[in-house]
């Protein structure tokens, strides 16, 4: 079966360093993966999505990067963190159809 | 990408049933619509997904008239752990990106 892991959980961070959140999945192959930000009482706001190794597309411009080192690997980042980008982290992959399957997530706070 | 539109808030009782509607004027031929749902804290959940007519499992029935330009998830006797945002999404299988939009969401609040 396929399971979809997040680290870390919870992260706090001071203004202006950086950030590495991975985002790993088990037990398929070339998956579409996506990195949301949910803010306190908001919706999902979809930042990164990816069809394979490499191929990055962003529906934002923002302050964060993602990647795709592997092919069941999504990696986001930041090279100075703002106040803005605290909230609720998720990683998520579809296969073939476009059920989305989603990661626990983490919490980032910015202070 | 079709656009929807859902109530921003539900409340209900233990055991009733709740009816949630979305609309999605636009969307296109080629259109799914799928529902999800999130707890506090954690990523949503797949609850079901539908092209037309009605689909239902064990957990949720999908209302889907003819013209497909809204659809009604059916929570049947609800509890107080179906508490949640609930989320309805327009998109095309296989499209590729399979990009879907999250909006607001629908929060359903379950009472004793």
């Known amino acids: 079966s396929q399971t979809i892991h997040q680290w870390p959980a919870t992260l706090v961070q001071p203004v202006g360093s950086p950030l590495s959140l991975e985002c790993t999945v088990e037990?398929?192959?070339?998956?579409?993966l996506y990195w949301y930000r949910q803010a306190a009482g908001r919706g999902l706001q979809l930042l990164f999505y990816?069809?394979?190794?490499?191929?990055i597309s962003s529906e934002v411009p923002q302050n964060l990067s993602a990647s795709r080192p592997q092919d069941r690997q999504f990696i986001l980042s930041s090279k100075k963190l703002l106040l803005s980008d605290s909230g609720f982290y998720l990683c998520?992959?579809?296969?073939?159809?476009?059920?989305?399957?989603f990661g626990p997530g983490t919490r980032l706070t910015v202070l | 990408l079709a656009k929807t539109t859902q109530p921003i808030s539900m409340d209900s009782y233990e055991g009733q049933e709740v009816n949630i509607t979305c609309s999605h004027n636009?969307?296109?031929?080629?259109?799914?619509i799928t529902w999800y749902q999130q707890f506090p804290s954690q990523g949503p959940r797949f609850i079901i997904q539908?092209?037309?007519t009605k689909v239902k499992n064990e957990v949720a029935s999908l209302f889907i008239p003819a013209d497909r330009k809204s659809s009604t998830l059916s929570l049947p006797r609800v509890s107080l752990s179906d508490t949640a945002v609930y989320y309805c999404?327009?998109?095309?299988?296989?499209?590729?990106?399979?990009?879907?939009?999250f909006g607001k969401g629908t929060m359903l609040l379950v009472s004793p």
């Open positions: 998520a992959w579809a296969g073939a159809g476009n059920e989305q399957f």
């Open positions: 037990g398929t192959s070339n998956p579409n």
């Open positions: 990816s069809v394979g190794i490499g191929q």
């Open positions: 636009n969307i296109a031929t080629n259109d799914y």
């Open positions: 539908g092209y037309k």
């Open positions: 999404l327009v998109g095309a299988l296989n499209s590729g990106y399979s990009t879907l939009t």
